[in-house]
């Protein structure tokens, strides 16, 4: 088993693919990066344990926010 630690900037959620299917990792929202100064307390950590065999899907925001020649935004599988 593995162990990762996600401090989230509030980018799309990052999904757990495995043998059994996709699930999505609750976490707690933060503010983008570089706008830590306004937090009033530290960011929430959350940690999840990975079964071998699962694999760990993160979306930037260049991901989300790609759009074709038109302007158009691409489809995102995650809605």
Do not use: K
């Amino acid at each position: 088993m593995r162990e990762v630690r996600v401090l989230d900037c509030g980018h799309r959620s990052l999904l757990v693919l495995g043998p059994h299917g996709t699930t999505e990792v609750e976490t707690d929202p933060g503010l983008p990066c570089g706008r830590g100064d306004l937090l009033r307390r530290s960011p929430a950590v959350t940690t999840r344990t990975l079964d071998p065999g699962h694999l760990l899907v993160a979306c930037s925001g260049g991901a989300t926010e790609a759009r074709n020649r038109d302007g158009t935004l691409y489809p995102h599988p995650n809605g």
